[in-house]
C-alpha cells in the first residue's frame, strides 16, 4: 500500500527526530539557504573530494579501458535511484535515502573488495583491528573529508546521526529477511564489525536492501560484457527452473530491478518490516549465490587480485619504513628524489590531521601524533584507503621505477 510508512518517516513527527538530526557540532547556518538538513548532507557529500574519487574506483570489475563497467560511483547512484523509489512509494523520506545512498561507499578502497581485504590483512598485522569500508565510510565523513565553509576555513563534514547512521549500517551483504530500525541510539563508533547493529532508521534499512538489489543483477551484465559469463546464463536458469522458457520472466538487470522493489513494496510492513515475498528471496537469494561462484570467486580475477595486493602492501611498506618518530619526516624528505609524488603527497595530507600542523585555516579534527607509530601506521592506511585505482597504480610504478 502506498504511504504506508508515512507514520515512521524520519521527520519533525518523529519520536527519534532529534536524534536522527543531531550532529557532533552545531554546523554553519546563512540567512539564505533553502536546504533542509539531509538536504545540506546530500550536498556536503557530493562536493567532498572522496565521492568525486568513487569514479575511478572499482567496484567488482576493473575495467579502467571499459566505459560500460561499473564504477563505484555508478553503483552509489543506482543505490540512490533504487532506494529512492521505494521511499517515495512506502511514505519515507527520501532526502534521507538519497544522503545516505551517495555516501554509504565512501570508506571504499581502491580495487574494491579485494584492496579490503589486503588493507585488512594489514591492519589485523600492525594494529591489531580489521579494516572494513562501511567503518571506514563513518571514519571519511566524521574525520577525514573536509570543505571550506563560508569562511576560508576547512572544516569536517558533521553530518546528521541519520546518514552517519546509514553509512556504518549499510552492509549489503545480508541473507535474512524482515529488516527492522533498531530503538537503540547508540554511539556509532562501538561498531565492531559490519551488520552488527540494524539501522536506526527505515530509511537507512531501505538502503541497505537496495544495496543488495542494485548490485545482483549489474554483476550479471558486466560479467557477461567482460566474457566471465555467457550471454544465454543457463546455468543460472537450472538454478530457478520456474523462470526458465518463460520469456516474461527473462533474467536481467531490469527486470530483477523492478521485480525486487515491487515485491519489497508489496509485502513489506511496519509490523513485520521490510521484506520480500518468499519466492522474489529465494530467486535474489540464488542470483547472488550463482555470483559469487561464477563472478566474484573466477580464477579469471585472480591475476589482478594478486597484482592489487603487490601495490597496496608495496606503497604501505614504503611509507612505513620511514617511520622513527620526530626524524620520520627527515626520512620522508630522502625519498622525494626517488618518489616524489607519493612521498610529497602522504606528507601533505598527513599534516592535515597532525597535531603539529601550522595551516590557519584548518579547523578539522587532529588525528595523528607523529611520535605515536599506532598514529602513523593507520594514517598510511586511512592514506591508502582514500586512492583510487589509477593514482594507486601510478605511486606503485613510481616505487618500482626508481
Same mark, same amino acid.
Given at each position: 500500500?502506498?504511504?504506508?510508512?508515512?507514520?515512521?518517516?524520519?521527520?519533525?513527527?518523529?519520536?527519534?527526530?532529534?536524534?536522527?538530526?543531531?550532529?557532533?557540532?552545531?554546523?554553519?547556518?546563512?540567512?539564505?539557504?533553502?536546504?533542509?538538513?539531509?538536504?545540506?548532507?546530500?550536498?556536503?557529500?557530493?562536493?567532498?573530494?572522496?565521492?568525486?574519487?568513487?569514479?575511478?574506483?572499482?567496484?567488482?570489475?576493473?575495467?579502467?579501458?571499459?566505459?560500460?563497467?561499473?564504477?563505484?560511483?555508478?553503483?552509489?547512484?543506482?543505490?540512490?535511484?533504487?532506494?529512492?523509489?521505494?521511499?517515495?512509494?512506502?511514505?519515507?523520506?527520501?532526502?534521507?535515502?538519497?544522503?545516505?545512498?551517495?555516501?554509504?561507499?565512501?570508506?571504499?578502497?581502491?580495487?574494491?573488495?579485494?584492496?579490503?581485504?589486503?588493507?585488512?590483512?594489514?591492519?589485523?598485522?600492525?594494529?591489531?583491528?580489521?579494516?572494513?569500508?562501511?567503518?571506514?565510510?563513518?571514519?571519511?565523513?566524521?574525520?577525514?573529508?573536509?570543505?571550506?565553509?563560508?569562511?576560508?576555513?576547512?572544516?569536517?563534514?558533521?553530518?546528521?546521526?541519520?546518514?552517519?547512521?546509514?553509512?556504518?549500517?549499510?552492509?549489503?551483504?545480508?541473507?535474512?529477511?524482515?529488516?527492522?530500525?533498531?530503538?537503540?541510539?547508540?554511539?556509532?563508533?562501538?561498531?565492531?564489525?559490519?551488520?552488527?547493529?540494524?539501522?536506526?532508521?527505515?530509511?537507512?534499512?531501505?538502503?541497505?536492501?537496495?544495496?543488495?538489489?542494485?548490485?545482483?543483477?549489474?554483476?550479471?551484465?558486466?560479467?557477461?560484457?567482460?566474457?566471465?559469463?555467457?550471454? =544465454? $546464463?543457463?546455468? %543460472?536458469?537450472?538454478?530457478? /527452473?520456474? #523462470?526458465?522458457?518463460?520469456?516474461?520472466?527473462?533474467? @536481467? !538487470?531490469?527486470?530483477?530491478?523492478?521485480?525486487?522493489?515491487?515485491?519489497?513494496?508489496?509485502?513489506?510492513?511496519?509490523?513485520?518490516?521490510?521484506?520480500?515475498?518468499?519466492?522474489?528471496?529465494?530467486?535474489?537469494?540464488?542470483?547472488?549465490?550463482?555470483?559469487?561462484?561464477?563472478?566474484?570467486?573466477?580464477?579469471?580475477?585472480?591475476?589482478?587480485?594478486?597484482?592489487?595486493?603487490?601495490?597496496?602492501?608495496?606503497?604501505?611498506?614504503?611509507?612505513?619504513?620511514?617511520?622513527?618518530?620526530?626524524?620520520?619526516?627527515? =626520512? $620522508?624528505?630522502? %625519498?622525494?628524489?626517488?618518489? /616524489?609524488? #607519493?612521498?610529497?603527497?602522504?606528507?601533505?595530507?598527513? @599534516? !592535515?590531521?597532525?597535531?603539529?600542523?601550522?595551516?590557519?585555516?584548518?579547523?578539522?579534527?587532529?588525528?595523528?601524533?607523529?611520535?605515536?607509530?599506532?598514529?602513523?601506521?593507520?594514517?598510511?592506511?586511512?592514506?591508502?584507503?582514500?586512492?583510487?585505482?589509477?593514482?594507486?597504480?601510478?605511486?606503485?610504478?613510481?616505487?618500482?621505477?626508481?
Amino acid at each position: 500500500m502506498k504511504n504506508l510508512f508515512s507514520t515512521v518517516s524520519a521527520n519533525s513527527n518523529n519520536i527519534k527526530w532529534n536524534n536522527i538530526i543531531s550532529r557532533e557540532t552545531l554546523l554553519y547556518t546563512r540567512n539564505n539557504d533553502l536546504r533542509s538538513d539531509f538536504e545540506r548532507d546530500y550536498t556536503r557529500i557530493i562536493h567532498c573530494n572522496a565521492y568525486r574519487r568513487l569514479k575511478h574506483k572499482t567496484q567488482v570489475f576493473y575495467s579502467p579501458e571499459n566505459d560500460h563497467i561499473c564504477t563505484r560511483i555508478e553503483h552509489v547512484n543506482h543505490v540512490e535511484s533504487i532506494s529512492y523509489t521505494i521511499a517515495n512509494y512506502l511514505g519515507l523520506n527520501t532526502e534521507l535515502t538519497k544522503a545516505i545512498s551517495v555516501g554509504h561507499d565512501l570508506g571504499h578502497s581502491p580495487f574494491g573488495h579485494k584492496g579490503e581485504k589486503v588493507l585488512s590483512e594489514i591492519c589485523e598485522r600492525d594494529l591489531g583491528f580489521t579494516f572494513w569500508h562501511e567503518k571506514n565510510g563513518l571514519n571519511f565523513v566524521d574525520n577525514i573529508e573536509i570543505l571550506e565553509d563560508d569562511k576560508g576555513n576547512q572544516q569536517n563534514l558533521n553530518l546528521t546521526y541519520a546518514v552517519r547512521d546509514g553509512i556504518i549500517s549499510h552492509c549489503g551483504e545480508i541473507d535474512e529477511n524482515s529488516l527492522r530500525p533498531r530503538d537503540e541510539f547508540i554511539d556509532l563508533n562501538i561498531y565492531s564489525f559490519p551488520n552488527q547493529f540494524s539501522p536506526y532508521t527505515w530509511e537507512a534499512c531501505v538502503v541497505k536492501i537496495a544495496d543488495k538489489i542494485s548490485y545482483i543483477g549489474r554483476d550479471l551484465e558486466d560479467a557477461i560484457s567482460l566474457g566471465i559469463l555467457d550471454n =544465454n $546464463l543457463d546455468e %543460472l536458469y537450472e538454478l530457478i /527452473p520456474e #523462470l526458465k522458457g518463460n520469456s516474461n520472466k527473462i533474467i @536481467n !538487470n531490469t527486470v530483477l530491478i523492478n521485480n525486487l522493489i515491487y515485491d519489497l513494496c508489496q509485502n513489506s510492513s511496519i509490523e513485520e518490516g521490510l521484506c520480500f515475498s518468499p519466492y522474489s528471496l529465494e530467486i535474489m537469494n540464488k542470483v547472488k549465490d550463482f555470483n559469487y561462484k561464477k563472478i566474484y570467486s573466477s580464477p579469471i580475477l585472480d591475476p589482478s587480485n594478486r597484482y592489487f595486493s603487490y601495490i597496496i602492501n608495496e606503497i604501505y611498506n614504503t611509507i612505513k619504513n620511514c617511520y622513527d618518530y620526530n626524524n620520520t619526516y627527515t =626520512n $620522508l624528505n630522502k %625519498l622525494k628524489k626517488f618518489y /616524489p609524488n #607519493l612521498t610529497t603527497g602522504f606528507m601533505e595530507w598527513f @599534516n !592535515n590531521y597532525s597535531k603539529d600542523s601550522e595551516k590557519k585555516n584548518l579547523k578539522n579534527k587532529t588525528l595523528f601524533d607523529i611520535n605515536n607509530p599506532t598514529d602513523f601506521y593507520y594514517s598510511i592506511i586511512c592514506y591508502i584507503s582514500g586512492m583510487t585505482d589509477k593514482f594507486a597504480i601510478n605511486m606503485y610504478n613510481e616505487i618500482i621505477g626508481y
